[in-house]
């Protein structure tokens, strides 16, 4: 298995460019996540989806969209890049909750730099 | 909103010494993860804690569930180089399918 992979690994992108991160996870998770991470800080959630066709916001979704056609496959779109949305995209996944707890699997991450 | 505040939140320390991570909320949850993170890399899981008192031991590194269910530890005896890494918390509520992160521990140990 490959996990959960993510491409492209990096990124630069103009100010009011779009792009796609894409994220596919190869487990048979239901649960799918995007977060990103500012340098030296933690993790804020921006979008989550508990199965296909199912998604909602998480902390910081604005300037973001995601859509979840497939188990496998949760591709995050941002529209109209800002300097504000420079930062590592994580992608992670996890199975029901019949585990105890939310056990997350990561991707390796994207590094997006807006100027 | 429920936090999860790390202390400290930098550590820097020699090989051979002993250190202590917090992870303290004002929330109780259903369990509570702890990941490591590397340098160019994503989280990945240590350990789940589930039950309140809980104690989990992973080689050199001890782990602790509050008794309230509302904090955590994480105690590394004889840190090596190869513990380097942020380590963050995150803790699992019981009605929503998110987890809870903490700010994160910076680890930096010095051979």
């Known amino acids: 298995n490959a996990g959960v992979t993510q491409t492209p690994k990096f990124r630069i992108l103009k100010i009011g460019q779009s792009m796609t991160l894409q994220c596919t996870q190869d487990?048979?998770?239901?649960?799918m996540y995007w977060y990103r991470q500012d340098p030296g800080m933690g993790l804020k959630l921006i979008y989550y989806s508990v199965g296909a066709g199912i998604t909602d916001k998480g902390e910081v979704p604005n300037g973001y969209n995601v859509s979840r056609s497939t188990t496998e496959d949760f591709p995050l779109r941002l529209e109209l890049a800002a300097p504000s949305q420079t930062s590592v995209y994580f992608c992670a996944s996890s199975s029901s909750r019949d585990r105890p707890g939310n056990e997350q699997y990561f991707g390796p991450g994207t590094r997006l730099t807006v100027t | 909103t429920q936090l999860l505040e790390q202390s400290p939140q930098f550590l820097s320390i020699q090989e051979g010494e002993n250190l202590t991570v917090y992870c303290n909320s004002s929330?109780?949850?259903?369990?509570l993860q702890w990941y490591r993170q590397e340098p160019g890399e994503g989280p990945v899981l240590l350990v789940t804690?589930?039950?309140?008192?809980e104690v989990k031991k992973l080689k050199r590194l001890t782990f602790q569930f509050g008794d309230a269910r509302k904090d955590s530890s994480l105690h590394i005896t004889a840190a090596q180089p190869g513990d380097t890494g942020l380590y963050l918390c995150a803790g699992d509520t019981y009605n929503t399918d998110k987890l809870i992160f903490g700010t994160g521990t910076r680890l930096q140990v010095f051979p």
């Open positions: 929330s109780v949850f259903s369990s």
């Open positions: 804690v589930v039950t309140g008192g």
């Open positions: 487990m048979n998770h239901n649960y």
